[in-house]
Nanobody
Framework: QLQLVESGGNSVQAGGSLRLSCTASGYNLDSYTIGWFRQASGKEQEGVAGLSGADGNADYADSVKGRFTIFRDNAKNTVYLQMNSLKPEDTAVYSC??????????????????WGQGTQVTVSS
């Protein structure tokens, strides 16, 4: 079974950067659609970014466009989320998820089959 492990979460000052990693075991990630989601304390989980396994297309939530980048390294079986210009409102537990390559809406919760355990990102002002 596909297993996902996130890493890279940390505490940073506003304006700083972090790179989150989502590493898979059990299967190659290159044909899966990968999404990054976050859940802040007391709020619903929201989609942050998604990367299609079919055509490599990426999609982002409006709140992170221009600041976050999702990309994959197939040799390392890892998908990354590069987060720049971080803001206090980016504070959340970030999780990655894998779904079929046929997914169309990449930042929607539905359709993802496999989830990691999450990693904490804290941005202080």
């Amino acid at each position: 079974q596909l297993q996902l492990v996130e890493s890279g979460g940390n505490s940073v000052q506003a304006g700083g950067s972090l790179r989150l990693s989502c590493t898979a075991s059990g299967y190659n990630l290159d044909s899966y659609t990968i999404g990054w989601f976050r859940q802040a304390s007391g709020k619903e989980q929201e989609g942050v970014a998604g990367l299609s396994g079919a055509d490599g297309n990426a999609d982002y939530a409006d709140s992170v466009k221009g600041r976050f980048t999702i990309f994959r390294d197939n040799a390392k079986n890892t998908v990354y989320l590069q987060m720049n210009s971080l803001k206090p409102e980016d504070t959340a537990v970030y999780s990655c998820a894998a779904g079929p390559s046929t997914m169309v809406v990449l930042t929607a919760l539905g359709g993802y089959d496999y989830w990691g355990q999450g990693t904490q990102v804290t941005v202080s002002s």
